[in-house]
């Protein structure tokens, strides 16, 4: 578990203890360095079951013509393509992601659609 050391406030990062301040960056860094492969990397590590669990999940959300989504944290845009076509041309899917390297994957993918 990543916990924050107060006293030098330092804190880890994978087997590494590193500043507070740099985390931020570094986690930013390592999805912008795997962004293009980032869903053929869940497919391996998963077995391709995190397929499964998305379309469940989309099973489970009840959208419906007309409805409004934000998909926060929705990385590269699997569920927003997803959702889409479940709302319609009256509804609204709303990609959020902090990662700009993510959204831009997300976002060449839903204009590809």
């Known amino acids: 578990m ?10 880890h990062f994978g087997y590494e203890t ?16 795997v962004a293009q492969r980032y869903d053929i990397m869940n497919d391996l590590m998963s077995l391709g079951t995190h397929r ?6 989309i099973e489970l959300s009840g959208l419906r013509k ?22 319609g041309p009256e509804g609204q899917v709303v990609l959020a992601d ?7 994957v997300g976002r060449d993918r839903i204009i590809d659609k």
Not at 2 to 11: G, L, Q, S, V
Not at 18 to 33: C, L, M, N, T
Not at 80 to 86: M, V
Not at 98 to 104: K, P, Q, S, T, Y
Request: net charge positive; hydrophobic share 40%; no cysteine.
């Open 18 to 33: 590193v500043p507070v301040a740099e985390k931020e960056q570094r986690v930013g860094q390592v999805f912008r360095s």
């Open 98 to 104: 902090i990662n700009e390297a993510m959204l831009a």
């Open 52 to 57: 499964l669990m998305k379309r469940f999940t």
């Open 66 to 87: 007309g409805h409004k989504v934000l998909d926060l944290a929705g990385g590269t845009g699997d569920f927003s393509l997803r959702f889409s076509p479940l709302v």
């Open 2 to 11: 990543n916990e924050k050391n107060a006293a030098t406030d330092t804190t």
